[in-house]
């Protein structure tokens, strides 16, 4: 099928009278504004709570429209697996990444996304992955050594922040982007403050007008490079890789859809990172124990601690993934994912209009008491092969799942288990005393104080 051929698929996303959804039980709260400053001030506590009360299929008000949540791993199956296409992806994200993430995968539907999604996989094939992670390695490696040198007290979400940020511009972009990288990066920045910003117009001084005016350099710099990039040939970063690609009936792909899907890529690769390596090393720091089992681990791999990493030591980093696991278990970097039905659909008996906005939470899922004993607890055994058998495949969703799962997944976890070898080997992580952070868990989980730490270089290892 040709490309040029593909159009989003029509559908009508009209949101029901709301009469329509009285039948569900829940609560509304205020006219106008209903349950989001609940929502925002403490998600997981007010979906527990509403979950207790009305069950795992209720109806709330949320940022202007009444929408229903469904819980739980079944809920999970139906939304994300979408065996019978009833969710609209686009539809659910629109008014949160439409105006600066516009036509990302996420923002792309049904036959349209397949497509999109099969061309875009050919970048995260076996031989570009080797190419990004031989860049990831040298500037992980690079950036543990500066913290090495500074050591003491530091927050470690900010500098997390700026790491994650470099690597996906060196792996995305290409070691050799130039003097642009800074300001690419203050750009992206930006935009990914604004998705978020209570303030969804770009009136002058707000947020969303300095994420519009990112948006603006983002699209001028992609715009710019594409023709240069497919005359030189090669690369091994994403975007060369983007620029080369071909659909099926041997188009390339647009200069908008790589300037589209470079922008939503980069962000993902970002701003989720940042949050599942933050909580990843606050687990550490917490659980000293874990901590020298992980060190034990890279130990035994018989490299020194200035040595590259390949991906066979990666291989044999079972104990290092099963703690980042158990991270994103925690504190999924998506708490909760927004679709819209696109046709009537039933949930636990309850018949739901097309149209509806509907909400899937792995947060809530993953704290779920008889599918996590002791929820709250940080244990990375939950994801021993045994542990693991006979679990319901969508009660862990942090990369989603279905055909809208994350594209870059074995990218998380390949940047996480290399951060991990090079953190662990060279720096010995604990917290200031006394000290408890504070998290917002919404829209991407973050510590409200940037996360105090206390690094210091491990004793008696080489450097």
Not at 275 to 290: K, M, Q, R
Not at 302 to 327: C, Q, R, V, W, Y
Not at 355 to 372: C, E, Q, S
Not at 385 to 391: K, S, W
Request: some cysteine; proline content about 8%; glycine content about 8%.
């Amino acid at each position: 099928m040709s490309m040029q051929n593909v159009a989003p698929t029509p559908y009508t996303v009209t949101p029901p009278k709301r009469n329509a959804l009285k039948h569900i039980p829940g609560d509304e709260g205020w006219p106008i504004i209903g349950k989001t400053l609940q929502v925002l001030a403490d998600p997981k506590g007010h979906i527990e709570q509403n979950a207790a009360k009305y069950g795992l299929c209720y109806r709330s008000h949320m940022f202007g429209e009444t929408s229903i949540v469904l819980l739980g791993p079944e809920a999970n199956e139906l939304v994300m697996f979408d065996q019978a296409k009833q969710f609209s992806s686009e539809h659910g994200w629109d008014n949160i990444l439409g105006r600066l993430f516009p036509r990302g995968l996420m923002l792309r539907d049904f036959e349209e996304h397949r497509l999109h999604r099969r061309a875009l996989s050919v970048a995260f094939k076996s031989e570009p992955m080797k190419s990004y992670f031989t860049e990831l390695d040298r500037g992980i490696a690079a950036r543990i050594a500066q913290w090495k040198a500074r050591q003491g007290e530091m927050l470690i979400y900010p500098a997390m922040k700026q790491l994650t940020l470099d690597l996906a511009a060196t792996s995305f972009l290409g070691a050799d982007i130039g003097p642009e990288v800074d300001e690419v990066n203050r750009a992206f920045v930006d935009m990914v403050a604004a998705a978020v910003a209570p303030i969804r117009r770009p009136w002058p001084g707000t947020q969303m007008a300095r994420g519009v005016r990112g948006r603006k350099r983002i699209v001028a710099y992609f715009a710019e490079q594409i023709p240069i990039r497919r005359a030189r040939g090669g690369g091994n970063d994403l975007f060369s890789q983007l620029c080369q690609l071909k659909h099926d009936d041997g188009a390339l792909l647009s200069e908008q859809d790589i300037i589209d899907h470079m922008s939503f890529l980069m962000m993902a690769a970002h701003d989720t990172l940042t949050s599942s390596l933050t909580s990843f090393v606050g687990e550490l720091a917490a659980h000293p124990e874990w901590q020298q089992k992980l060190r034990d681990e890279v130990e035994a791999l018989g490299i020194a601690a200035d040595e590259p990493t390949s991906l066979d030591h990666l291989n044999a980093m079972p104990l290092s993934e099963m703690a980042f696991k158990e991270a994103l278990r925690l504190k999924p970097p998506v708490p909760s994912m927004p679709r819209r039905a696109v046709r009537d659909f039933s949930f636990r008996g309850y018949a739901i209009p097309a149209g509806t906005a509907v909400g899937v939470n792995p947060l809530f899922t993953h704290h779920m008491k008889d599918i996590w004993p002791e929820p709250d607890r940080f244990d990375p055994l939950r994801f021993t092969e045994d542990a693991q058998r006979g679990r319901h495949r969508f009660a862990w969703v942090p990369f989603g799942g279905g055909a809208h799962m994350c594209l870059g997944l074995h990218f998380a976890n390949m940047q996480a288990k290399c951060f991990a070898r090079h953190f662990v080997q060279n720096l010995d992580v604990s917290l200031p005393a006394g000290y408890k952070a504070e998290w917002q868990m919404w829209p991407i989980p973050k510590p409200r104080d940037g996360l105090r730490v206390v690094i210091k270089p491990v004793r008696g290892k080489p450097s």
